[in-house]
């Protein structure tokens, strides 16, 4: 039941990242949310990333290109409250790790590039 409805969500909001909706974003982003870059020590928050997004789309140049998954790991802690999503690529070293916390609804909390 819990996965199924992370699933949704997390189907929602990757459609919201590359249609750039970013209104949708906000929904299921928690208001901490960042994405880290560890490679290059890079740190992004939320209202930097909206209005990047934002600037974009109003460009008509966003057009992030969708990454071929190899796999998906679902890790949950025992309460259900907690996932870790690893996620590997096809063409690439790169491990992306997401992580999601459920209070009423799953929201993410951080998106990891992982340094390989």
């Known amino acids: 039941m819990m996965d199924n409805q992370l699933e949704h969500t997390r189907d929602i909001w990757v459609n919201a990242f590359f249609t750039g ?5 906000a929904q299921y982003e928690d ?14 928050g939320n209202f930097t990333r909206y209005e990047k ?12 290109q969708k990454p071929n998954v190899k796999s998906e790991e679902y890790e949950f802690n025992r309460e259900q409250t907690l996932c870790m999503v690893l996620i590997h690529l096809e063409d690439s ?10 209070e009423q609804e799953w929201k993410i909390t951080e998106l990891r590039f992982l340094k390989s």
């Open 93 to 102: 070293t790169t491990v992306i790790q997401e992580q999601w916390v459920y």
């Open 53 to 64: 997004i934002a600037h974009a789309v109003k460009n008509g140049v966003w057009k992030p």
């Open 31 to 44: 208001e901490h949310f960042k994405v880290i870059y560890e490679k290059d020590g890079r740190i992004e």
């Open 21 to 25: 909706n970013y209104d949708v974003l």
